[in-house]
């Protein structure tokens, strides 16, 4: 009887070493592989970028509208669906243009839908006497490019420190997708309020800019990050 005590008890305390070695290795692997990935910072900022302009819409869609364009508040209503829906349609497209051209590399989708997310914003606000019906293809356009971009930084944030680490790669980007409300919500406001709809538009154009150069900063990340290796 106590030698086969003593056998559980070194087989308890084996099992116990090999857990904490096993979970000190894990740490190890997500700092390595996450914190000192620098592609996943950069789209982890590039993420604050695109979610401030999904939200400006979605927040404050219809007063833009409104204000703005002097739209109908029942017409405003739906535009901004639009938005949504053709962001549905950009996020499916640039997935597939990832697997089928870029080889995998998001980033580079991710940028070429920034850039023409500025694009369309800029357009949106500065060609005059718009249509209603121009008016809602330019706000669809910016849905559609903005959308990509949300959708697919997931996936590369998950991609980049490859399974293993994937759910907390993708929570350091969502951390900096969320904190962006302050910024698309009341920073967007006092802006409005204070200076005007034409300093907020400049704003958004600038936040479009600053998340495409972070995306170009990223140009060279890898599909995944077992090539990295």
Same mark, same amino acid.
């Given at each position: 009887?106590?030698?086969?005590?003593? @056998?559980?008890?070194?087989?308890? *305390?084996?099992?116990?070493?090999?857990?904490?070695?096993?979970?000190?290795?894990?740490?190890?692997?997500?700092?390595?592989?996450?914190?000192?990935?620098?592609?996943?910072?950069?789209?982890?900022?590039?993420?604050?970028?695109?979610?401030?302009?999904?939200?400006?819409?979605?927040?404050?869609?219809? %007063?833009?509208?409104?204000?703005?364009?002097?739209?109908?508040?029942?017409?405003?209503?739906?535009?901004?669906?639009?938005?949504?829906?053709?962001?549905?349609?950009?996020?499916?497209?640039?997935?597939?243009?990832?697997?089928?051209?870029?080889?995998?590399? /998001?980033?580079?989708?991710?940028?070429?839908?920034?850039?023409?997310?500025?694009?369309?914003?800029?357009?949106?606000?500065?060609?005059?006497?718009?249509?209603?019906? +121009? %008016? +809602?293809?330019? =706000?669809?356009?910016?849905?559609?490019?903005?959308?990509?971009?949300?959708? =697919?930084?997931?996936? @590369?944030?998950?991609? =980049?420190?490859?399974?293993?680490?994937? +759910?907390?790669?993708?929570?350091?980007?969502?951390?900096?997708?969320?904190?962006?409300?302050?910024?698309?919500?009341?920073?967007?406001?006092?802006?409005?309020?204070?200076?005007?709809? *034409?300093? /907020?538009?400049?704003?958004?154009?600038?936040? +479009? /800019?600053?998340?495409?150069? =972070?995306?170009?900063?990223?140009?060279?990340?890898?599909?995944?990050?077992?090539?990295?290796?």
């Amino acid at each position: 009887l106590p030698e086969v005590a003593g @056998t559980e008890m070194g087989e308890q *305390n084996k099992s116990e070493n090999n857990d904490e070695r096993s979970s000190r290795e894990f740490r190890l692997f997500v700092y390595e592989h996450v914190f000192r990935n620098k592609y996943i910072w950069i789209v982890s900022f590039a993420n604050f970028f695109v979610y401030i302009i999904r939200y400006a819409v979605l927040d404050w869609g219809p %007063t833009l509208l409104t204000e703005s364009k002097h739209i109908k508040i029942a017409h405003a209503g739906w535009m901004v669906g639009g938005f949504e829906f053709c962001g549905l349609f950009g996020a499916i497209i640039g997935g597939w243009l990832t697997d089928k051209y870029f080889g995998g590399r /998001a980033v580079r989708v991710c940028l070429v839908y920034m850039i023409m997310a500025g694009v369309s914003v800029f357009m949106f606000w500065k060609i005059p006497g718009q249509s209603e019906l +121009a %008016t +809602a293809a330019l =706000l669809g356009a910016a849905g559609f490019f903005i959308y990509g971009p949300q959708c =697919l930084l997931a996936v @590369t944030a998950a991609n =980049l420190a490859t399974k293993k680490a994937a +759910a907390t790669a993708i929570g350091l980007t969502s951390i900096f997708g969320y904190a962006s409300t302050v910024l698309s919500g009341w920073g967007l406001g006092g802006l409005v309020q204070h200076y005007g709809w *034409n300093l /907020a538009f400049e704003g958004l154009i600038i936040v +479009a /800019a600053v998340g495409s150069l =972070l995306f170009a900063l990223a140009w060279r990340a890898k599909a995944d990050g077992y090539a990295q290796g």
